[in-house]
């Protein structure tokens, strides 16, 4: 299989890199680890994960230049991300200053909102057409190769994004008093608001 796909080993390095740094998805993820453990994160995971995936194989159907071709929808789509970005961030901001005991089920993020998340923003469907221009291909078996690289990239972001879910709940035993907790549901909030904003700036 390889010796017909030679770009399936620097894509797995691309995947992991792409899934594994500071982004918008990996600080939820982190969060909702922390606030409400780790089997709060596991939906998370596979909800974004799995909508990657999906948005690869879109891209390799064809959508994705479609959306590359519509600038307008593009900006909105941005848009759109951003502002449920800064809602969750002012959400996780202001948090009452409570212990680990009171967890708020309904404030959790969940599969539905990771994965429609990652289906508004922009940047995830950049980032899967450039998967699918550079190593795809353009011979007869582009489209098993497209396969192969979705696939690949839910296996490779599942384990990346589990270990931001572990260091959130590995810092539960620094989260116990209500003052400790609010001071790291802050810091998550800003820098996930930074991030959001960051994607609008840059």
């Known amino acids: 299989m390889l010796s017909s796909f030679p770009t399936f080993l ?22 909702n680890s922390a606030r409400y453990g780790l089997a709060a994160a ?20 064809g959508a994705g230049s479609s959306l590359a071709a519509l600038p307008a929808v593009q900006t909105a789509m941005q848009w759109i991300g951003v502002t449920w970005l800064s809602y969750l961030a002012w959400q ?25 998340l990652q289906l508004i923003n922009p940047k995830t469907w950049m980032m899967a057409l450039a998967v699918v221009s550079v190593f795809a291909g353009d011979d ?12 690949a990239f839910f296996l490779i972001s599942l384990p990346c994004l589990g270990v931001w ?7 539960t035993r620094w989260l116990r008093s ?6 790291f549901n802050r810091c998550m909030a800003l820098l996930l608001l930074g991030s959001a904003w960051l994607s609008v700036l840059a």
Do not use: K
């Not at 007869?140 to 696939?151: A, P």
């Open 10 to 31: 620097p894509f797995i390095l691309f995947a992991f890199v792409a899934s594994v740094t500071p982004g918008p998805t990996n600080i939820l993820v982190l969060s």
């Open 42 to 61: 596991v939906p998370i995971i596979f909800g974004a994960c799995a909508s990657a995936s999906i948005i690869v194989l879109l891209v390799g159907a």
């Open 92 to 116: 996780i901001f202001s948090t009452p200053a409570t212990g680990l005991e009171a967890n708020d089920i309904e404030a959790r993020l969940g599969w539905a909102g990771a994965a429609s």
């Open 140 to 151: 007869e078996q582009r489209l098993g190769h497209v396969l192969y690289l979705s696939l």
């Open 165 to 171: 879910a572990l260091l959130g709940a590995g810092s």
């Open 178 to 183: 209500p003052r400790a907790m609010q001071r």
